[in-house]
């Protein structure tokens, strides 16, 4: 089977998108109750502000990278913010389940690397559950390095102990 990966300017199949980011909710909160809780959050909780905040996933300054698969069902996606002038966070990293194992997280963080640098910024920062071990391998063979929680991080501050922090310098 193969994957189209793409850097996109606007949301082809919004049902399909929110669809996938529940999904993605649900795992991260599963994730964050093993890491030792987190305060009461619903999947739809964590969705409410994306459509009201889609501008900010968009392009010239932010990117929005949605994974196909051949049938053209959305199987996966990442996002790119702006977080100061000369830096950017990684966030909603997902690929479905059925297409693990064929690279497609790294290569939407690649492209995600790639628009930075195009950019200019200096600087992309990420933040991932404590505990969640195949994410922070993944941002460690990239060279990602382990910092405090930085202060342009767009969770807010009362999930901080939940969080491991970590950034990549690109110039």
Not at 90 to 106: I, S, W
Not at 109 to 116: C, S, V
Not at 131 to 157: Q, T, V, W
Request: glycine share 8%; proline share 6%.
């Amino acid at each position: 089977m193969g994957y189209k990966v793409s850097s996109v300017t606007d949301v082809p199949d919004r049902k399909a998108l929110q669809d996938m980011l529940l999904e993605y909710y649900a795992i991260m909160l599963q994730k964050f109750a093993a890491a030792g809780g987190l305060p009461n959050y619903s999947p739809d909780d964590l969705f409410a502000s994306f459509w009201p905040s889609l501008h900010m996933f968009l392009p010239p300054t932010e990117r929005l990278i949605l994974v196909h698969d051949d049938q053209g069902r959305l199987i996966g996606c990442g996002t790119l913010q702006q977080a100061r002038p000369d830096a950017g966070e990684l966030k909603r990293l997902y690929v479905r389940k059925e297409a693990a194992g064929h690279g497609l997280g790294r290569k939407i963080i690649d492209l995600r690397i790639a628009a930075a640098r195009e950019m200019g910024w200096r600087t992309l920062l990420v933040n991932t559950p404590i505990g969640n071990r195949e994410m922070l391998r993944l941002y460690e063979s990239i060279g990602f390095r382990y910092i405090d929680r930085y202060p342009e991080c767009s969770d807010p501050s009362e999930v901080a102990e939940f969080f491991v922090y970590m950034q990549l310098d690109l110039f």
